[in-house]
Nanobody
């Protein structure tokens, strides 16, 4: 069964950066489209970034130019580098399949952007 363990969240001030990590098993990241999703209170979970191997990426318009998704297949890890954070980036971040979330969700990692 595919499992995800997200980490790296925390509290940041507007303009700061965070990097999220997602340990994935037993998916081969060299061949699997992966994505990061975000859920905010009262809102549906939305996809913020996806990566199609070997390097085709897509981003939610509101994060373009600020977020970068990447993978390290040897470490079985998906990353989300987040820069110039804004309060509206606040939410719980999850990783899952990049075309659609076909596997059970992991626990997610909370990101709070506040001054």
């Amino acid at each position: 069964q595919v499992r995800f363990v997200e980490s790296g969240g925390g509290v940041a001030q507007p303009g700061e950066s965070l990097e999220l990590s997602c340990l994935v098993s037993p998916v081969n990241l060299n061949y699997t489209i992966m994505g990061w999703y975000r859920q905010t209170p009262g809102q549906q979970r939305e996809k913020v970034a996806s990566l199609r191997p070997p390097g085709i990426t897509n981003y939610l318009d509101s994060v373009k130019g600020r977020f970068t998704i990447s993978t390290d297949a040897n470490k079985k890890t998906v990353y989300l580098q987040m820069k110039i954070l804004k309060p509206e980036d606040t939410g719980v971040y999850y990783c899952n399949g990049g075309e659609s979330p076909v596997w059970p969700w992991g626990p997610g990692t909370q990101v709070t952007v506040s001054s």
